[in-house]
């Protein structure tokens, strides 16, 4: 059955059997991913799914069903279902169908130029990102990964209210993972591309960019504990960011899952730190002009110059906190509830290029990776104690690679004890964002 019609037939089924207002949700992706090794494909996977969700409000109560398959069984199932759940709901939460608003920013995040690649190119440049690391660098002895990827999507929202809207959106991707071995020790980099076409995947600078990273960690050694001036690069820094983005839910403070509860308009971070959720970045992978309840997305300051400005929310948290939506309530996947996300979330570049945080260093520690974040990192309480891998400063340059180090300490103190952001920031192959920071006396448990 088509879309439409089928739509069509599910309201007035809904409507039969008493629901007020209903919605659906609806997803169809596309996903193709090559991976080669030792100059053959070693795994080609081509996935569609395809899949639609069904909320209905009936005695003041939303109940929720989905289904993959568009026939008339289904029908009869997502009103059945979903009234079945509506009316087991033993809680007084308030839960809105909603109506749309008046305008919606036009984000651009599907590029023609990608549609119909044939699967020949894609195994070619996959293919030669291992060529150009063997050649590039002979110490090369095997790969963590080599691969790239294709991804389309389309999703939409259509309620009885009148809302009416629809996203597509596209995406290559690629990478490679080259292991250099010296002497009895292997060391791996990582060269990545996220690209709106073909030409932007350069397979020579993406095994430079891994062979460099690699060759960067020879010699790696450990350095005695204490608290140092530390440097955290723009790529830790959002693995850190990404672990502790939770606290910034306003559900989550609700459920009292976030320290940030009721502290809107208190300072929480350095003057230097300002934290954005930008849904409208330009060619971000966030980038979105509505949410999943079809509220219109917006910028805006979460920490501006050090304060809380406001908590994400949907419409839902927004109505318990007397507040407006943000724009933030996503889901998971088609079969799932309503919740909270960011968007392009990230912390604003300062003035201070990579160079010039090293100069006022002067001697210290540069961060560059994060180990165990799912297993040390509390993000509750914003505690964390890290494996960790960087480089020593010396005379405001790097100086030798560092590793077999822990790291400790708490996010909301780091984000307190920042004294200086970089100019670099970076989306490394994420909607989260972050040049490097400059901090003051992080605790490192070393030799």
Do not use: W
Not at 154 to 167: A, C, D, P, R, T
Not at 298 to 306: D, P
Not at 316 to 344: D, I, L, M, Q, R
């Amino acid at each position: 059955m088509e879309l439409k019609e089928f739509i069509n037939k599910l309201f007035e089924e809904a409507k039969l059997n008493g629901f007020d207002e209903y919605e659906v949700y609806y997803v169809d992706r596309e996903s193709l991913s090559i991976n080669v090794y030792n100059e053959e494909v070693e795994k080609y996977n081509l996935t569609t799914s395809y899949g639609l969700s069904f909320r209905g409000k009936i005695n003041g109560k939303i109940g929720y069903s989905y289904t993959e398959i568009l026939d008339e069984d289904a029908i009869k199932m997502l009103v059945r279902n979903s009234k079945q759940s509506a009316l087991a709901i033993e809680n007084d939460d308030v839960q809105f169908i909603y109506e749309g608003d008046k305008d919606y920013v036009e984000v651009n995040s599907y590029y023609k130029d990608l549609e119909n690649i044939p699967a020949d190119k894609l195994i070619e440049l996959a293919l030669s990102m291992e060529k150009e690391s063997k050649e590039l660098d002979s110490r090369v002895s095997s790969f963590g990964g080599c691969g790239i990827g294709y991804n389309k999507s389309k999703y939409g929202i259509i309620n009885s209210k009148g809302l009416n809207l629809e996203n597509k959106s596209n995406l290559l991707s690629a990478y490679v993972v080259p292991i250099i071995k010296e002497g009895e020790n292997m060391h791996d980099g990582m060269g990545y591309a996220i690209a709106k076409s073909l030409d932007e995947v350069n397979p020579k600078k993406l095994a430079e960019d891994g062979i460099n990273e690699a060759i960067s960690r020879i010699g790696g050694k450990s350095i005695p504990s204490g608290k140092y001036k530390t440097i955290i690069n723009n790529e830790a820094m959002v693995s850190l960011l990404s672990t502790f983005a939770g606290v910034f839910s306003g559900d989550a403070a609700q459920k009292g899952l976030s320290l940030l509860k009721d502290k809107e308009g208190e300072i929480i971070a350095s003057n230097k730190v300002t934290l954005l959720d930008d849904p409208h970045l330009e060619d971000g992978l966030g980038s979105v002009s509505f949410d999943d309840e079809g509220v219109a997305t917006k910028k805006k300051n979460i920490i501006h110059e050090g304060k809380l400005i406001t908590l994400l929310h949907n419409l839902k948290t927004a109505y318990k906190g007397n507040t407006k939506s943000t724009g933030n309530g996503f889901k998971a996947s088609y079969a799932s509830s309503v919740g909270v996300s960011p968007t392009n979330f990230y912390i604003q570049k300062g003035s201070k290029s990579f160079d010039e945080l090293l100069e006022e260093v002067g001697e210290g520690l540069l961060i560059t990776e994060f180990a165990g974040l799912h297993s040390g990192a509390n993000s509750i309480t914003g505690d964390f104690s890290l494996a960790t891998k960087g480089f020593y400063i010396k005379d405001g340059k790097k100086d030798f690679p560092v590793e077999q180090i822990t790291v400790a300490g708490n996010f909301f103190d780091l984000l307190k004890n920042i004294v200086e952001v970089g100019s670099d920031l970076k989306f490394p192959m994420s909607s989260v964002g972050s040049p490097s920071i400059r901090v003051e006396g992080l605790s490192i448990a070393g030799k």
